[in-house]
């Protein structure tokens, strides 16, 4: 069952199984916040056994980009479009967040952004990015990497 994401009311609905569950949900809300002011798009996400073809893709790119593969279970997905690009998310148990922006044209590159939750490590699959920080109101300190894509997905 798909839940739109509440900025206002920040809640742990489907992510009650991460260890960082508070903060995960804030990251999530962050997110939700950032797509509603600027593109008044409301965030909705679906359980992982409703997005397994959304979680695939994902996991698909990181495969074949990085060889990276995800030791976190996925919780929840998300995908859509927005002003000619393919926006998709999914959030872990461990806290962590992925999204791929995926321009629907040439205008841009596409992109695999990497976000850790206030309070996790930065998993061992990960361990090669270096990762800035950011300060959230709903997420506390955020950090996030990312990488360009190369390949056609």
């Known amino acids: 069952m798909s839940y739109a994401v509440d900025f206002v009311n920040v809640s742990t609905v489907g992510l009650e199984s991460s260890p960082v569950a508070t903060a995960l949900a804030g990251l999530r809300a962050n ?5 509603k002011n600027k593109y008044d798009h ?4 679906d359980p992982a056994a409703e997005a397994k073809k959304t979680i695939d893709w994902v ?3 990181l495969k074949e980009e990085r060889d990276i593969v995800v030791a976190s279970p996925a919780l929840e ?3 859509f479009e927005v002003e ?3 926006w998709t998310y999914v959030f872990y148990e ?7 922006l995926y321009p629907l044209d040439a205008s841009k590159k596409p992109a695999v ?4 939750s206030d309070g996790m490590e930065i998993p061992a699959e990960l361990g090669s990015f270096k990762f800035a920080r950011q300060k959230s ?3 506390g300190t955020i950090r996030g990497s990312y990488f360009v894509i190369k390949g056609q997905y």
Not at 94 to 100: D, R
């Open 31 to 35: 997110e939700a916040r950032y797509f």
């Open 42 to 45: 409301v965030f909705t996400v």
């Open 59 to 61: 996991h698909r790119i």
């Open 77 to 79: 997905a998300t995908s």
């Open 84 to 86: 000619n690009t393919r």
């Open 94 to 100: 461990s806290g962590l967040s992925i999204n791929v």
């Open 113 to 116: 952004g990497f976000k850790l």
């Open 137 to 139: 109101k709903l997420a």
